[in-house]
Nanobody
Framework: QVQLVESGGGWVQPGDSLRLSCAAS????????MRWYRQGPGKEREFVAQ???????NYADSVKGRFTISRDNAKNTVYLQMNGLKPEDTAVYSC?????????WGQGTQVTVSS
């Protein structure tokens, strides 16, 4: 069965960096587009970044230039490197695996940015 397990969240101060990981199992990871989403307190879930099966990336305007998504198909893992974190980046970050009509979610990892 498909399983996505996020890790790497935590509490950081503004300007700090974090790297989130999402370990995947139960499917052919290399053939799936992988995405990060986030849901802040009192907010709707929003798209953060995507890396396609071919390695193309795109980002939400709010994180462009600060966040970098990458994938290691040998480790079945997708990463989100987050630099220059801001309080408004506080959210539960979840990874998503998608191919055609198939879509699966992890449980999420909390990121809190506060001084």
């Amino acid at each position: 069965q498909v399983q996505l397990v996020e890790s790497g969240g935590g509490w950081v101060q503004p300007g700090d960096s974090l790297r989130l990981s999402c370990a995947a199992s139960g499917f052919t990871f290399s053939t799936y587009h992988m995405r990060w989403y986030r849901q802040g307190p009192g907010k709707e879930r929003e798209f953060v970044a995507q890396i396609t099966s071919g390695g193309s990336t795109n980002y939400a305007d709010s994180v462009k230039g600060r966040f970098t998504i990458s994938r290691d198909n040998a480790k079945n893992t997708v990463y989100l490197q987050m630099n220059g974190l801001k309080p408004e980046d506080t959210a539960v970050y979840s990874c998503n695996a998608a191919r055609g009509l198939s879509s699966s979610w992890g449980q999420g990892t909390q990121v809190t940015v506060s001084s």
